[in-house]
């Protein structure tokens, strides 16, 4: 844990269910729930936006760098942790869209910040069916979409 309490009973519940559904997510592929990887996804939770591995460790410090290493690789693999390839010197890392629920992101080419960025139900859904359209005609069969957009942020 963190050491911050989270401000209220809504927020707890919250993440004990994330708690239990990466739990089981682990499980289903024989890894255990530790104690760092908790403190991991506690992180994540808290941060709300893509979090680089120093802004991790810079957030928790009880958190070691070399454990966080392969935490992050284990909750990768079995889908609780999305990792974001900006192209800076490090990927960013979030929970993953089942738990964080869908969402895009603005990437700066310049800093590598990335923003989360959430479209309303009427454009997501043009960009759904645009590209269902898409794969239609070439045989594809999408299982989701992800849309990063690549540019410069404000303060660069």
């Given at each position: 844990?963190?050491?911050?309490?989270l401000?209220?009973?809504?927020?707890?519940?919250?993440?004990?269910?994330?708690?239990?559904?990466?739990?089981?997510?682990?499980?289903?592929?024989?890894?255990?729930?530790?104690?760092?990887?908790?403190?991991?996804?506690?992180?994540?939770?808290?941060?709300?936006?893509?979090?680089?591995?120093?802004?991790?460790?810079?957030?928790?410090?009880?958190?070691?760098?070399?454990?966080?290493?392969?935490?992050?690789?284990?909750?990768?693999?079995?889908?609780?942790?999305?990792?974001?390839?900006?192209?800076?010197?490090?990927?960013?890392?979030?929970?993953?869209?089942?738990?964080?629920?869908?969402?895009?992101?603005l990437?700066?080419?310049?800093?590598g910040?990335?923003?989360?960025?959430?479209?309303?139900?009427?454009?997501?859904?043009?960009?759904?069916?645009?590209?269902?359209?898409?794969?239609?005609?070439?045989?594809?069969?999408?299982?989701?979409?992800?849309?990063?957009?690549?540019?410069?942020?404000?303060?660069?």
């Open positions: 844990m963190t050491g911050q309490p401000p209220d009973s809504d927020d707890r519940n919250s993440l004990s269910e994330l708690h239990t559904q990466i739990s089981n997510k682990l499980a289903q592929q024989d890894h255990r729930y530790t104690r760092g990887r908790k403190q991991l996804v506690e992180v994540l939770a808290q941060a709300g936006q893509p979090m680089t591995l120093p802004d991790i460790v810079a957030a928790d410090p009880k958190i070691a760098r070399s454990s966080a290493y392969r935490n992050l690789d284990v909750l990768v693999r079995c889908g609780s942790i999305r990792r974001i390839n900006s192209g800076g010197e490090y990927a960013h890392f979030e929970l993953a869209e089942p738990l964080l629920g869908h969402h895009h992101h990437i700066c080419i310049s800093c910040s990335i923003e989360d960025v959430h479209l309303d139900g009427d454009i997501e859904h043009l960009v759904d069916k645009s590209l269902t359209e898409i794969a239609d005609r070439t045989g594809f069969t999408p299982t989701h979409h992800s849309l990063d957009l690549h540019g410069h942020c404000a303060h660069c």
